[in-house]
């Protein structure tokens, strides 16, 4: 029985370039999904999964992500008793509820290296990561069977789902051993954004892990791999070689937003969710019969 799980790690230091120019001079993390931050979701979705302590890993110009989950008592105090403040007030929670720290990457090595930078701060216990610039409904229940699948197993997991065959060279892309129980697989490979040709399966690493405290000795060890980068999916590699790495196949819904076309369609899907925004669905169909 592997160690009660609590620490999250955000890895959100990448320039964010598939949305320039709007992330030229903000982090693609701090972008709105409608009226909430992208990262907001991310942070939320951690404390769902009872992973109060949180570590955001930064990088240059992202100030913002911090200031974000933070009070602004100038702002507060303007605002008065309105209803505006209370819009305020989900982040007072989120301070109330977690735990928030932040490290930055100084160099752009990679998703590998960015996950270094958590050595100290997870100290030797294992931890779950979520990518900044993606985004999964419902909120904190992959997360949940991940912990639950690494309890009971002690190994590494990550959340996978199927991607249409030109999508595969987007991802990590993994070749199964065996289904060992319904929507969980002993992962054989996992070759990170393979062509079509070289892809083992359509099932993709989908922005969810847990990793184990070896993985930063393992990530020493690792060289540059795709796009001269220090990949995390290289060090996952070895830890399926050893058989110490699980799939889980979630329910429910990914949102990519860290390319232009899904984060439309993510703020337009949030959207149309949102009980307070009417007439956005009419909307929509009036804006297509123009079209
Ligand atoms: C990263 C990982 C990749 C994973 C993807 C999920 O790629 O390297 O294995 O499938 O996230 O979003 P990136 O999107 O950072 O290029």
Redesign the pocket.
Known sequence: MAQRLKKAVIPAA?FGTRLLPATKAQPKEMLPIVDRPAIQYVVEEAIAAHLPDILIITGKGKHAIEDHFDRNFELEEELGKSDKREALEEIREIIRKARLHYTRQNELLG?GDAIRYARDHVDKESFAVL?G??LLRPSGSCLKELVAIHERTGDAVLAVEEVPADKVD???ILEIESQTRDREFKVKRII??PSVEEAPSRL????RYILLPEIFEILDTVQPGKNNEI???DALQILAQQGRLHAYQFEGKRY?V?NKTDYVLTTLEYALDRPDLPGIREAVHEILKGK
């Open positions: 990448g998703l990518l610039d993606t987007r991802y990590g990170e954004k993709a690493a989908a922005g990949q995390l999916t990519d860290g």
